[in-house]
């Protein structure tokens, strides 16, 4: 029985889309997996040497005592922080949407990992910017909120919490209606602006079906973390839950919080690999339905053959 080929260029519904989501993880899972796992394990790793080595006492800790000692330095090392986050971050999701354009590209054939490597740093300055112009943009959002805040506090409690939430849904709105600008930078080759405006423009009047595509994979990969801390809990000597609790209420011993740190760090390694792979796949499969069903970019070769056959027909009958 021949191969079927998966297409991530055809029209689909929710449910559709869901379900070639996880038919396409499950039939390359072993090739995705170790190409996301790869990829990632170096900069993991080095992160993780570095937290380790430069902040005995806790990043999160020194981080927020900055604010105790100088609020310029706080955003000063905010702004650092920020920036590589945003490198490491173009850079993973290059890698998770470069392995869909390959493998819709070579025709259902999993690419290779140098290809995808390849691929993402060839595409990495338009990724950066897109998401440099994303973030850039939300950040003028939260600084606007900022000062209305301080406006509508003055209104009273009840008017603070309507604005509040009036804000978040705002900003899920807008996130939702741009969440496809990875997809268009990599198949589009647009950057910056116009990949929010293309994002946009696919998202209208699917608004619901792309949220609800995002909340379906977001609640699996937090069933997926959940059940990676069960497994990766029976190789503990001493029980999860009492080792966190300890750990919160600053009880545990200085090994049973490293061991703690190591684990968790593991589990959201691990569950950040299945999350960028379910997202990626899931998110340019909602690009190729919307592009599809809007654009029709599949079908313009068979328009393209009916028209051809229409001609001809009509030149014999002349």
Partial sequence: MPNQRL?????????????????????????????????HLPIALLIYWFVQSFFPIGFLSYFLSLLGISVVEFFIVAF???????????????ISLNYCLLYENNHSQPPKIFAVVQATFQNYYRIFVTYAVYNLFFFGIYVLDTFLQVLVMRMGLFMYIIWSLLFFVLTIFIDNKLCLMGAVTLKEELSGIQALKKSWELVRGYWWQTFGIRIVIGIATFLIFYFLTIILGLFLKENIWDMVYESWGGLGRGSTIQTMLLFFSLGLFLSYLIFSMLMGTALFAQYGNLTEQKYGTVSLSEKASKIGTQNQEETEDL
């Fill in 7 to 39: 297409s991530f260029f055809q029209p689909r519904d929710l449910g559709e889309v869901i379900y070639f989501t996880f038919k396409f993880i499950g039939k390359n899972f072993v090739s995705f997996f170790l190409i996301i796992f790869l990829s």
């Fill in 80 to 94: 650092i922080i920020g920036f590589i986050v945003l490198l490491v971050y173009a850079y993973s999701v290059g």
